[in-house]
């Protein structure tokens, strides 16, 4: 396993289409998350999985966007009807919920995102 | 809710020498965990640093290390031998050590330029 995996890498979309992002986290962790990125700014929390279970979602994840993590491995993010103001990096993470031998139990691995274009 | 300030949207240092970026963070919380992450332009962000606020002493990573002031909530990185590659976007970063999620919070970063 070489790290956490985002497809595609790259996706260039009209307004009010629906896009899907996949995520494939480090296999032995069981913690995913996801961040947006827009231009100029730092990651910002989205949503939480631990396993298969949504624990935790960001006011910043409208009733547009569903994500799910059906078998506690890979994840997806959909955003139907898509605006020009979902452009943006979405960046996937995953992290071990108890310690892993060398690693520590709360450091997050991220993918190479997925950079949205909403034309 | 927990703030993360970067003050310094660009910086930029000579090959071979010595930056600090700077980092402080609002929190009510007494014990957490800082972070420094690198994204170089197009690629995938890193960890560079990672403090734990119950530690006094400053983390260090080979020519990387921190000023960690929790009185002061402030939290620098300290670049030494400044290499080109170390040209990318550093993001300070807070995660609470309690709850169910463990988000990172981020600031909104700090260009580091390096000139040859």
């Known amino acids: 396993d070489t790290g956490v995996s985002q497809n595609p890498r790259h996706k260039i979309t009209k307004r009010g289409q629906n896009v899907t992002f996949r995520c494939d986290p480090i296999?032995?962790?069981?913690?995913l998350y996801w961040y947006r990125q827009t231009l100029g700014q730092g990651p910002e929390f989205l949503t939480y999985?631990?396993?298969?279970?949504?624990?935790?979602k960001s006011r910043l994840l409208s009733d547009r966007f569903s994500a799910e993590r059906p078998k506690g491995s890979f994840s997806t993010l959909e955003i139907q009807r898509t605006e020009q103001g979902d452009s943006a990096m979405y960046l996937c993470?995953?992290?071990?919920?108890?310690?892993?031998?060398?690693?520590?139990?709360?450091?997050?691995?991220f993918g190479p995102g997925t950079r949205l274009t909403v034309t | 809710a927990q703030t993360v300030t970067q003050s310094q949207p660009e910086m930029s240092v000579q090959e071979a020498e010595t930056v600090t970026l700077s980092c402080t963070y609002d929190?009510?919380?007494?014990?957490?965990?800082l972070f420094w992450y690198k994204q170089p332009p197009s690629r995938q962000m890193i960890l560079v640093i990672r403090?734990?606020?119950?530690?006094?002493q400053n983390a260090t990573e080979n020519r990387f290390s921190v000023n960690f002031q929790k009185a002061a909530k402030s939290f620098s990185l300290k670049i030494s031998d400044s290499q080109l590659g170390d040209a990318a976007m550093y993001f300070c970063?807070?995660?609470?050590?309690?709850?169910?999620?463990?988000?990172?919070?981020f600031g909104k970063g700090t260009k580091l330029s390096v000139k040859p």
């Open positions: 993470a995953s992290s071990p919920s108890r310690p892993v031998p060398g690693l520590p139990s709360y450091e997050q691995y």
């Open positions: 296999s032995e962790h069981n913690r």
């Open positions: 999985f631990q396993n298969e279970a949504q624990l935790e």
């Open positions: 929190t009510s919380e007494s014990d957490y965990y």
């Open positions: 403090q734990e606020a119950y530690k006094q």
């Open positions: 970063a807070y995660r609470s050590v309690g709850g169910s999620q463990g988000n990172l919070i």
